[in-house]
């Protein structure tokens, strides 16, 4: 037996390389002379810059950067030996940095994903892919933009605070002051969902409650990004409001497209050719993968979606081991996974899950090789 095993990471529990790691071990139990191939995934969230450094080599460079509550927090960007900057929003502006009880995305700041793009930029880099998975943020990229001197200014020629909330005052955005070396650097956005800016579907209606947004608060959130909208395609000339993908992270997609110059492109779609996985995935028997949780989200642009095309192009059956199972999770199978399990053994609290997801994952995945081993006999 052949197994290709290529997760996504287990947000707040397992990096990617763990999950990748854990499926392994538990194969090697049922099929001990089997060939197995790890490749550690990531679709534009956490675990992008592990992805990457697992796949290509490189290094992790440490920073202290402002976190999303405008305080000191210590983050990373991968540097690969050909010079390219790989910078995870999450380690500097993501959802884990903000404690449960001060979630608020009206002052949240992705400031400090600005900061590690400017150390990239120190570091003489030249490209700089930018994951933008796992935000705790909703300001459209303002903080991140102002970190590299660009000002957004009130009717009163004076700067914005942090957060999405002072984006309705936002009177004037002054470009004058942005980073020169901007201009001669190629921007790639690893984007993970495609959602617009605004509305429905937008950044504050979908992603805002997760990250600790009432229903009023949504409202303001999808107000003032709209707004935000208006005064870009004013001034600068560039429509964000229905761009696909535009609306993740809280609108960093729409930020660093418009203020940057940025391209947008699936998350996974650049890592999966980054690690050269279809190679790796041909002649295989299945294919393995996964994530922390596994909703009909999935099925719109998510890690194990992008696998599973790959996969079915090669005529390889694909499964998938989550961390749990959401809302209508089954439209992953018209996406191409023949099925999906959770690693929960019952009714449990998040607590436990991130607590003991590596024993569950464990016995899941032994589980899944008795199966395997049990239908080949």
């Known amino acids: 037996m052949r197994f290709v095993i290529a997760p996504d990471s287990y947000k707040g529990s397992l990096t990617s390389v763990q999950v990748a790691e854990i499926i392994a071990e538990a194969l090697l139990e049922v099929f001990p ?25 490189g290094e992790k460079h440490y920073l202290k950067v402002t ?9 990373f960007y991968g540097l690969l030996p050909d010079g390219t900057a790989v910078v995870e929003m999450a380690a500097a502006s993501g959802l ?11 002052i949240t700041t992705t400031y400090g994903t600005g900061e590690l793009i400017k150390a990239a930029l120190d570091q003489g880099c030249h490209t700089i892919i930018v994951g933008i998975g796992g935000s705790g943020t909703n300001d459209g990229g303002v903080g991140m933009a102002q970190a590299l001197g660009i000002s957004f200014l ?16 936002l009177a004037r955005i002054d470009m004058s002051g942005l980073d020169p070396r901007i201009k001669n650097t190629t921007i790639i956005v690893a984007c993970d969902v495609d959602n617009p800016l605004c509305g429905p579907k937008g950044a504050s209606a979908v992603f805002g409650p997760q990250k600790g947004a009432t229903p009023e608060k949504v409202k303001i959130l999808d107000h003032n990004l709209a707004h935000y909208a208006r005064i870009i395609k004013e001034q600068l000339g560039k429509d964000i409001l229905n761009l696909p993908g535009a609306g993740a992270a809280g609108g960093l997609g729409a930020g660093l497209v418009s203020l940057l110059g940025a391209t947008l492109k699936p998350g996974i779609d650049i890592v999966i050719s980054s690690t050269k996985l279809e190679e790796k995935i041909k002649g295989a ?35 998938a081991i989550s961390g749990g199972l959401g809302e209508n999770y089954q439209a992953v199978y018209e996406a191409g996974l023949d099925a999906v399990f959770s690693i929960a053994p019952g009714p449990i609290t998040l607590e436990q899950a991130l607590e003991r997801g590596r024993i569950y994952l464990k016995a899941q995945a032994v589980n899944i090789a008795r199966l395997l081993h049990a239908w080949n006999r």
């Open 285 to 319: 028997d299945m294919v393995i993968t996964g994530e922390g949780r596994t909703d009909y989200q999935t099925a719109h642009g998510k890690a194990p979606v992008g696998i599973a095309k790959v996969a079915k192009r090669l005529g390889v059956p694909v499964i």
């Open 33 to 57: 002379e089997a060939e197995v191939i790890k490749v550690p995934i990531a679709d534009g969230g956490e675990g992008t810059v592990d992805a990457f450094l697992s796949a290509l080599g």
């Open 154 to 169: 009130d009717a009163k020629g004076e700067e914005l605070p942090f957060g999405g909330g002072s984006l309705g005052r």
């Open 96 to 106: 884990p940095l903000v404690p449960v009880g001060k979630r608020d995305p009206l």
């Open 67 to 75: 976190g999303p509550l405008g305080k000191p927090v210590k983050a």
